[in-house]
């Protein structure tokens, strides 16, 4: 049986796979974040051009509530589905879109991270030749610095490498202070199974999801698994006007 050590022989014939991109057009800290400009193409643009062109994927679809972010992915070609309900999280706005999409692994893509990895996500994608493993999602190491901002949700794992706990709060705690305890942050991208997925959106939001505002532990609440795969890649997320620009930079550089 192989597992994530073995991610180089990943065979991706053997798991048809899309991508589901959620791109909610409100947005609080920086309003109308998906289509605001970014090298002469959108946000949105640039996370739907950047996830087809790591090549993991046999379907990548944007999933939206409204007719810009629509009309700017079919602009270039793109795939979308327009969500018709209100929903709590991305993961049930890409579940509603599940009808339209016919694969065994469904990977959550984030849409305000428009610079995706193909190692990151061929690696998590690799994770699902263990059949036990439910859900799989990111993980990158930080500093115990970087570990006491909320913003930076913390994760930790069992020795199999499937997630114990996701909190805001700083975890583990490190009571004799030693300089050796690891710190990982959870960087928010998902792939299910596509039955897992189908799954989650039938369960009632759980206490520990409402008290960190976390969706994954739903399903950690539930009982499922969620193996965690480490990435070095460190992803730009845009969530302020500072982010866009830092974003703007980068492309500069590419």
Known sequence: MQTQDNSNDFNPNMLSIAALIPARYASTRLPSKLVQDL???SVIQRTYLSTVKTGVFDEVWVVTDHPEIKQQIEAIGGKVFVSQKEHTSGSDRIAEAMSSVNADLIVNVQGDEPFQDEKSLRDLVAVFLDPRVDVASLKTRISAE????????????????DALYFSRSKIPYNRELDPSVPY?????VYAYRNNVLNDYTGLPKSQLEAIEM?????LLENGYRIRMVETLHQAIAIDTEEDLEKARLYFKQL
């Open 39 to 41: 090298g002469g193409k």
């Open 146 to 161: 970087e570990a006491e901002n909320p913003n930076a949700v913390k994760v930790v794992t069992d020795l199999w490498g």
């Open 184 to 188: 990982w942050k959870h960087i928010g």
């Open 214 to 218: 976390l969706e994954q532990l739903r």
